[in-house]
């Protein structure tokens, strides 16, 4: 699983493995809006797959990557695909005047997971979050009716930032994958190296280099929080728990930096029911 959809696992309205932190048969969305998610959720599922999921060679996966392209190019000229996913999709953005763009910019952050591997500072991480994250928030406001370019800004900070926490969650795995999300620059001035990474070795600097990378993820976690009051409803409590679930997954990272080798942090029931009640109240 690439970290393009890390922010989607909280809207989804069916059941979805993969996601051992925020499981979510979505009771919070509105029934009126679970087909046009699913399909949204479908096509990019089906799309991550292809970056991060079996043993094609690079080549074929952006060879794919670019028939997705053109489908959307069919989308956009009125055509009706044939393919069930972009049927789907299809009928999703006309029902709902969805804009293209965010779909585009997460096929270049997908093919992006198969083109690079190492980011040499934190603004080329945040280039990767703005077109593999922030998408997602944007369609699920344009969803919802709200057209707010201050909300905007709020979705765009909170889906960057859940974007980061699951970079800081998952260090091993995704150097097992052949990835470092976390800046080089960064790294080198903390004196951690790729064989430390590889050797799930937490000493040294790594804990001074870890909560500053868990600090920046929470303020900006934090300055998209007032999104979550300030809509109204079932997205607005979802938003809450979602942001959270974002501090709970950040507080535990930041008691054991070096868990991120060995029991990584997940949420689990305690969490969800305190998340649940303090979102509500």
Known sequence: MSKSLFPFRFLLPV????YENF???SWLLPGRLREPVSAIYRFARSADDL?????APPRARLQELARYHSELDRIERGEIPDDPIFGRLAAAIRAHALPLTPFRDLLSA???DIEKTRYASFGEVMDYCRRSANPVGRLMLHLYGDHDPRHQAYSDAICSSLQLINFLQDVAIDYAKGRIYLPQDELAAHHVSEAQIAAGDAGGLWRMM???QIERARKLLQAGAPLGRALDGRIGLELRVTIRGGETILRKL???PGCVFGARPVLGKRDWIVMLARSVL
């Open 15 to 18: 059941p979805v493995d993969h």
């Open 23 to 25: 499981p979510v048969a």
């Open 51 to 55: 970056a991060d999921e079996g043993d």
């Open 110 to 112: 997908f093919a992006q």
């Open 210 to 212: 870890m909560h500053k």
């Open 254 to 256: 930041h008691a054991d």
